[in-house]
Each structure stands twice: as C-alpha cells, then as structure tokens.
C-alpha cells in the first residue's frame, strides 16, 4: 500500500529496528546507450557494472539498483516516454484493455477503472488528476522508436522475446498491490520519483504472475527511491510494490522484461517430443508395447522403474548424437520478436544490387535475426508420425513491430499462412552445411558452398537475396 504521507527518511526510521536491509549496488555517471551492437548495447544499459558480474552475481539471484545522477542519462530516459506523450497518443485510436490499463491499489486489491472502448484523453487525465489512478500503457516499443530499438537490441541479446509496459502514477498514489512475476525485470526511471520496497521472494525464479497479502511477504529486504536515470534489476519471483511519494507531482517509468516461459523446464517440455522421436527410430526398446490395459489404469506406479530406464536410454541417445531437432519456442521467438529497427534504411528491405552467381562472394544480412531451424516436413510427410526433416532459415525481419507482443489476430492466423510466417525459408535436408556455412561465415563464396552442383549453390544464394537475407559484395 501507499505511504500516506511523510519522506522516504521517515520510512527509513520506521522500519530500519526490524529489518536490516543489505545496500544495492549503486554507481554513476554511465555512458549513454550504444546500438552498435546488442552486446554494447546492453553494456551500456547496466554500466558502470561491467556484464560478467552482473550475470555472476545478480541476473536471477538478487535486485541491481544502478543510481546514476547523470543529467544526460536523465534527459535521455525522459525522452523516451512522458506523460505529455498521452495526448497525441490516445488521438491515434487506443483503447482501453489492449492499449491502455487505468487502476489503483486500494486495501491491497488491484482496482480497475477502465472504461469501455476507446480511450479519450479527457476522461483518461481525469481518472489520473481526481482518482489518482495510474496509467499502464501496454507495449510502448509500438509507437515509440527509441523504445523499438533498445528492445530490438535485446531480444537479439537474450534471444527471448522482449516486452514493456509504461506506468505513470500521481502523488500519494499506487498502481498495484505486492505482487511477483514470471520475467526478469528492468526498470528505467524516466520522470518524477518512485518509492520502491522490495521482499524476498516465496517463490523462486516464480513460473506465473501472483498477488501477495501484506501479512505474507514480512519486511523489505531493500527500499529505495529511484530518480530520473536510475534503473533497477530484480528476478522473477521477487515481491514488490513501489508508490509515488507525496510531494512528487507523479512518476513515469518503464518496465522491460524478458525470460517469460525460458527456462530448462519449458526447454525440455518443448524437446523431448522430438528427442523420443529421433531415439525410437534406432532403439527397439522405445519401440516395444506398453502393458495391456495401462491407459485404463488409475495407478500406473508399477511403470516408474520401466520409464526411468528408458529415460536413461534417451539420455544416452542424446550425448552420442549432441543434437535436438528445433522447438516450437524457437519458432514461437521468430514469429514474433521485433524487425529490425533500420530507420531511414529501407533499402535493406528491397531486393538490389547485383543477382548472386556462382562467382560472386556473399554476407548474411540480420545476422542478429536469423535463425536456422530443422524440423518436421508436414507438408510432404506421408504421415505424421514419420516425416522427412528439412532446415529452414528463419527471420523476424517481415514481423510486425505494431503486433509485437500484443497476442492479436496474428496468432489466430491460418494454418497455412501461420506456417509459411513461422518456417520462413526451407530447403532440402542436403542444404544444411551450407547454410550453417553462411550463417557462421562473415562473408563466403557461392562456388565454395557446400553444395554438390553449381546450380544448387545459385539456386540458394538467390533464395536468399530475394528474400533479403544476403548481399552480394
């Protein structure tokens, strides 16, 4: 719940008898971000603490508060979104659930105030002046370009898929109750001041989003007041809760987040299906019927011992051959992460240049975006359970930055449609040295491909610059 009044010294006093509360890493004077590359990128977005710490020391184990005072730092963040962005913003058809949230904290409950349909910013400001609601503005990256790059950036660097959400929240006032989250999170302070509390998590690294009751989560384990610049980490999982402090006109930050449903247990979920696949064609023992009437059965206790042995052999099967069959996580990540944010460069998006011959020396282009896949053929299968394996190429480049994250009509797409989106371009099983060649190379011959006719080392290099993926040097 929200203070009702006083500083944030006052809480300090408060709460310092019960709860010692070990410091947060703090630094200042950092570089302003670099988009050269997402390495650099997310550097410069921690900095001063250099990466090999934070993921030694803070990513999923404990919060990072990086206090900055640094006035270009400052102005910078604020650039990237502020509350008089609101106005224009609702003139472009919002709407209230998709677009925008509007809510309070009352008596440790999330209360609502949406009204029906389009946001109009009359009504919007007012719910914020008189009801001291705060706006969640969701997926700001669609509208906001500087935003679209920063996480264009690190959806290339995690290779996970990366969402935001604005909250701007007047004084004396809090959006959400205690609650924890299944993303590792952000925070850029981009106006105002946000007093923040922190607790120790009741579920680690937590799968899901979940409420907590005051008398549940105990003391803070940290509090602190972020400032225009500073930026805060915290691990899924950890409870939190943060208000405007009195005397604060309102705060406007950012949450970026990432890591949703990325972990070894959904990688595993989405593996093993074609691991059993690839072992049961060369192990007889995967093979073999289960005992009669075993699906009618309540207890099927008496198979542990029979299923642990053929997870071993799997387990097995798997450190000889060092390889898995791409998942539907892969796919899910390159239909839907962000295009690349090129700016005024929309030529990369057209096809020119010299046509590929077999003389001709050629560079992958949106490294950073493609993505070699080998999966099932459904379409030339004989049947389901026995189909041919073809590599793809995969790409977010055609994605939709207007869609990104926003779980719209995209996902309910035709099947057909949805695959040739999902698979990009695919080839014959026969072309997958040479297109892990051109993936792992800086630039390659098209005669050194490796292919075993001239016509199919053209044939691929074409596919690929219609489809822009190449440049011919």
């Not at 650099?40 to 184990?61: C, G, N």
């Not at 239909?335 to 096809?351: F, I, K, Y």
């Not at 009509?409 to 695919?426: C, F, K, M, V, Y």
């Amino acid at each position: 719940m929200p203070r009702k009044g006083g500083k944030i010294a006052d809480v300090a006093k408060e709460t310092q008898p019960q709860c010692k509360r070990p410091k947060l890493d703090t630094a200042a004077s950092p570089s302003v971000l670099s988009f050269e590359s997402p390495d650099s990128l997310f550097r410069s977005l921690i900095s001063p603490t250099e990466e090999k710490v934070f993921f030694r020391e803070y990513w999923e184990q404990k919060p990072l508060l990086v206090q900055r005072n640094d006035a270009l730092v400052a102005a910078y963040y604020q650039s990237l979104f502020q509350l008089s962005h609101l106005k224009e913003l609702c003139s472009q058809g919002l709407y209230y659930g998709r677009d925008v949230n509007v809510c309070r904290c009352v008596n440790g409950k999330k209360k609502v105030l949406n009204k029906e349909g389009r946001v109009n910013y009359m009504q919007l400001k007012k719910d914020f002046d008189q009801k001291k609601a705060t706006i969640q503005f969701h997926q700001p990256q669609r509208f906001k370009e500087e935003l679209w790059k920063i996480q264009e950036k690190l959806e290339c660097y995690f290779g996970s898929l990366v969402g935001s959400n604005v909250y701007i929240t007047p004084q004396g006032s809090q959006g959400l109750p205690p609650h924890y989250d299944d993303v590792e999170v952000f925070i850029l302070q981009l106006e105002g001041e946000k007093h923040w509390r922190l607790y120790k998590p009741t579920v680690p690294l937590a799968r899901e989003y979940n409420v907590e009751s005051e008398d549940r989560i105990g003391h803070p384990t940290h509090e602190f007041i972020l400032k225009p610049g500073d930026l805060l980490y915290f691990p899924r999982g950890t409870i939190h809760q943060a208000d405007t402090p009195h005397g604060i006109s309102y705060s406007t930050h950012v949450t970026i987040s990432t890591y949703q449903n990325n972990s070894w247990g959904d990688f595993l979920l989405d593996a093993i299906p074609g691991l059993v696949f690839d072992t049961a064609k060369e192990d007889v023992a995967l093979r073999t019927s289960i005992p009669r009437q075993l699906l009618m059965q309540v207890n099927t206790a008496d198979c542990t011992e029979k299923l642990s042995s053929l997870l071993r052999r799997l387990a097995e099967h798997l450190e000889k051959c060092r390889e898995l069959r791409s998942s539907d996580m892969k796919k899910d990540f390159i239909t839907h992460r962000l295009p690349p944010c090129l700016g005024c460069d929309s030529d990369a998006l057209t096809p020119g240049g010299k046509l590929p011959k077999i003389d001709s020396k050629i560079r992958l282009q949106f490294r950073d975006h493609a993505i070699i896949t080998v999966e099932p053929d459904q379409e030339s299968a004989v049947s389901r359970r026995s189909p041919p394996y073809m590599p793809g190429l995969g790409s977010g480049r055609p994605n939709r930055r207007e869609t990104h994250m926003m779980g719209t009509e995209d996902d309910t797409a035709s099947e057909d449609g949805l695959a040739q989106q999902t698979h990009g371009l695919r080839f014959p099983l026969s072309y997958l040295d040479a297109l892990k060649q051109i993936w792992s190379s800086s630039t390659v011959n098209v005669k050194e491909l490796n292919l075993t006719s001239d016509e199919e080392k053209e044939n691929l290099a074409l596919s690929l610059w219609t489809e822009c993926l190449i440049e011919v040097l």
